[in-house]
């Protein structure tokens, strides 16, 4: 049985979420390599540039374009028993999940059952059914892998707005939320994470003279959930910086070296003997 002195502060599990360009993947290649990206978005020529300008080795970043849930499944389940990665990017749970869906369909569709609309199947309840149950699989495997082989695991995800009014108490809330296949889905794959960071852009006063810069969040602002385990700050504006390097790793090495606080020990109060009768004075 394993005890906190045991427990690793330099291996994460993290999700990195935000809109479409917002510098998520740009900022998962700095992360330390060896790394194999489960590329299901299949746009890996975006790293080439940040790559080059971040001094990372192509040799270095390994990757397998899917357009099924199957064969990732099967390369991560040979990583459970070996892993010579440092870093596995799952680029992005969106796309994962709809290939899932798309797997799904295709296998009703085979066995001639399924819901058509014209020409097109679409997705059913159990469709998301399924989703859910391998967006389980897939966060257990990945925590065999993180916890066995001491490997960093990032999740990409991709955002969208979501206003929800609460009638009763005349309220109306704007956030963002992750995009999966299932409204539930999202949450139950963002609670396992140790750091969530939620990617932006922070506007600046002249937008015309390139004020505006890359940044993200690490706490929770109410409108976009976000957290960490590592003493960041709770707003980092990276743009061009490589995340890992100068931000994340300084994060990890000052929480080593931070100093325990000696835990005060709280003297109980005097008993009282409730049973001693005071003299009576006038």
């Not at 992360?31 to 590329?39: D, I, K, L």
């Not at 975006?46 to 001094?55: D, E, I, S, Y």
Request: net charge positive.
């Amino acid at each position: 049985m394993p005890t906190m002195e045991n427990t690793p502060v330099d291996v994460l599990f993290t999700m990195l979420k935000g809109e479409p360009g917002t510098r998520k993947s740009t900022a998962a290649v700095t992360y330390p390599t060896p790394q194999y990206w489960v590329s299901t978005d299949q746009k890996m020529q975006a790293l080439v540039l940040p790559m080059k300008r971040f001094g990372i080795k192509p040799q270095d970043v390994s990757y397998d374009d899917y357009s099924d849930w199957d064969k990732p499944k099967a390369k991560l389940e040979q990583l459970q028993v070996s892993c010579p990665f440092k870093t596995i990017i799952i680029d992005s749970i969106t796309s994962i999940g709809d290939n899932m869906n798309r797997q799904t369909r295709k296998q009703k569709r085979n066995d001639g059952s399924g819901k058509m609309i014209g020409s097109i199947q679409v997705s059913g309840l159990e469709e998301y059914n399924a989703e859910s149950a391998g967006f389980q699989e897939l966060i257990a495997i990945l925590k065999d892998i993180h916890h066995y082989h001491k490997v960093n695991i990032i999740l990409v995800a991709h955002v969208v707005g979501q206003r929800k009014n609460d009638d009763g108490n005349k309220l109306t809330h704007h956030s963002r939320v992750i995009v999966t296949g299932g409204d539930k889905i999202a949450a139950k794959v963002s609670s396992y994470m140790t750091e969530v960071y939620h990617f932006n852009v922070k506007t600046g006063f002249n937008v015309d003279a390139g004020d505006d810069k890359y940044a993200l969040i690490t706490r929770h602002t109410g409108n976009d959930f976000a957290r960490t385990s590592l003493p960041l700050d709770k707003e980092i504006v990276f743009h061009d910086d490589p995340l890992y390097d100068k931000y994340i790793l300084p994060g990890i090495n000052k929480l080593k070296a931070e100093k325990p606080v000696e835990r005060i020990q709280n003297t109980p109060p005097p008993s009282v003997n409730t049973n001693i009768v005071q003299p009576f004075t006038k």
